[in-house]
């Protein structure tokens, strides 16, 4: 630890040499003034015996709190972050379901869309059916993701509308037109009729005129200029917009929410099984960490890194 000189202030002149021995001596990290009006002795060993009094003074002092106060600050910020996070994702979404007829949440159950989840059942739009959850069920998801739905409609008492590719009944007669690996062979084919169609028929069904997503500026490049609201025939609406992972975990943590049990297997998103890889922990809070283990490998037509399914890129508007 440092020693830091202190600014000093004295009311006897025997107290000058303590003070002197305490300017050389006390390992702090803090500036600050010390008074003293007890008898002094020139000892050190006596020091401890005087009735010293630390005040923070000087703005030099307050720059330079001790360990103990940074955590302190830094989880108060942290705290009061997340509550006006809160408040303007509510506040975002009570005047989304005022403004518009059929507002709708397609949900991926990824922890963002957990947050949402249990934002929306705090407005009591879930129980109540204000809004609509959807649920694409691409054929290839991993078994975890149909269980973790059941708990999510049990916990806060809804039922999603499914909806899969067309013209099949089941994934054995999807394999059975399609093969099982066109999301190899053609990867915008396989999205085209495992995701973008049952998507876009999902909102036109619903009738949908407010599309709610967990979209957020940290996720990349592609999404680092969201706002909360985009309008267009049928308006966007990313709640979290402005939030980063670490505070949809803080949130996750601190309301006691469940979440996908994939996470604690090392994936920070998920999505397909073929188009989904754990991530290094220390690497999920980074710019665009969580999303980093999401179609990795995978290429767009024109050579490029995929990033995005096409839901929401050129997808259905
Ligand atoms: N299974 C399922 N059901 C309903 N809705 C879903 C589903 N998967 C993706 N989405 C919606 O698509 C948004 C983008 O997700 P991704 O880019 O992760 O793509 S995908 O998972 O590969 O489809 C995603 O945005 P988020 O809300 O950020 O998750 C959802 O709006």
């Not at 089941?170 to 093969?179: A, L, M, N, P, T």
Request: with cysteine.
């Amino acid at each position: 630890m440092a020693v830091v000189p202190l600014q000093l202030s004295y009311s006897a002149s025997p107290a000058r040499a303590v003070c002197a021995n305490v300017a050389a001596r006390v390992p702090l990290k803090t500036v600050g003034r010390i008074s003293t009006n007890a008898i002094c002795s020139k000892e050190w060993f006596l020091f401890r015996d005087l009735r010293l009094r630390l005040q923070i003074t000087s703005k030099a002092a307050a720059s330079e709190a001790s360990p103990l106060q940074v955590e302190h600050l830094v989880k108060k910020a942290r705290e009061h972050r997340l509550q006006h996070l809160e408040e303007q994702a509510l506040w975002v979404l009570r005047e989304i379901v005022n403004s518009y007829q059929t507002p709708a949440f397609p949900c991926a159950l990824i922890a963002g869309d957990v947050v949402i989840l249990d934002l929306l059942s705090k407005l009591d739009y879930l129980k109540n059916g204000r809004v609509k959850v959807i649920f694409i069920d691409t054929f290839h998801l991993f078994p975890e993701s149909y269980t973790f739905l059941d708990l999510m409609e049990r916990r806060y008492g809804f039922k999603s509308h499914v909806f899969h590719a067309a013209d099949v009944k089941d994934k054995k007669e999807y394999v059975s037109k399609f093969g099982s690996d066109l999301f190899i062979t053609d990867i915008d084919k396989y999205d085209r009729i495992c995701k973008v169609e049952p998507f876009s028929r999902s909102l036109d069904t619903l009738k949908v005129d407010a599309m709610i997503n967990g979209r957020r500026r940290d996720h990349g490049a592609e999404r680092a200029h969201l706002e909360v609201v985009e309008d267009g025939a049928r308006a966007k609406v990313q709640p979290l917009a402005y939030w980063e992972f670490r505070d949809v975990w803080d949130y996750l943590e601190k309301n006691g929410v469940p979440y996908h049990p994939l996470h604690d297997q090392g994936y920070p998103s998920v999505g397909d099984v073929q188009s989904t890889l754990p991530v290094p922990k220390d690497q999920w809070f980074e710019y665009g960490g969580e999303r980093s283990g999401r179609f990795q490998g995978l290429k767009n037509k024109d050579g490029s890194d995929k990033t995005e399914c096409g839901i929401h890129v050129g997808g259905p508007q």
